[in-house]
């Protein structure tokens, strides 16, 4: 990402990034799956939690982003390929369909806190993208108008990913399972590209392969 010019082409591509990386959709299915047993209130406390740590995580990681890339040394590059991994894995899940099984009415109740955090908040809400971008963006903000840009998309995004998760229980009455689960296999291989192109984005930013232009 160039930030030494801000234009519209800029503002968009990271907005969509962010969306992608944390946007409610990801997100969604895991959530109506962990906390199908909670109450409606519960369910509310769990995503305004969820949705704060994963914001507050984003805000923490572009602030120190650089910083951690530059003590450990390592390079945007080799964040990209971590990340497109990772990335695979979840996408790979979520485009083989539906494969939680039946839930039991017996099994050991969970913490709604602990559940927020993890999986749900990372790395479901802030998944490998976003964790992927933010860093990268960090070592590559050039002034204090594109760190406040940063900065105002990741609450932009933050602040919708609440509006979904606090009004969970009147969209699930509008989402039709069918609908869910094909949206779900669609997006998980749309991932999987996104995944992938990551990976040969930050082998080339390694030097490791020579990544065509994108048509």
Do not use: C, W
């Not at 907005?15 to 369910?43: C, N, S, Y």
């Not at 602040?159 to 009147?170: E, G, Q």
């Not at 969209?171 to 990551?198: C, D, H, N």
Request: charged share 15%; net charge neutral.
């Amino acid at each position: 990402m160039d930030f030494t010019v801000i234009d519209t082409a800029l503002v968009g591509k990271l907005l969509l990034l962010l969306l992608i990386g944390m946007g409610p959709k990801i997100a969604l299915v895991p959530f109506l799956e962990k906390t199908h047993a909670f109450d409606t209130e519960t369910k509310v406390r769990i995503g305004r939690q969820m949705v704060l740590i994963a914001v507050v995580t984003a805000l923490i990681l572009f602030a120190t982003g650089a910083l951690l890339m530059r003590l450990l040394h390592i390079t945007g590059g080799a964040v990209a390929v971590a990340g497109g991994i990772i990335l695979a894995l979840i996408a790979i899940k979520m485009a083989s369909g539906p494969t939680e099984k039946p839930h039991d009415d017996f099994a050991a109740p969970v913490d709604p806190d602990k559940l927020a955090v993890f999986p749900l908040a990372v790395p479901y809400l802030l998944n490998p993208v976003g964790i992927t971008v933010i860093i990268i963006a960090s070592g590559e903000v050039v002034s204090i108008a594109s760190a406040i840009l940063v900065t105002a998309l990741i609450l932009i995004v933050g602040a919708f990913d609440y509006l979904v998760f606090t009004n969970i229980d009147k969209l699930a009455k509008r989402m039709k399972p069918v609908t869910m689960i094909v949206s779900e296999v669609v997006f998980g291989i749309l991932l999987t590209a996104v995944a992938v192109q990551l990976i040969v984005a930050g082998l080339g930013n390694l030097g490791i392969i020579t990544p065509t232009a994108a048509h």
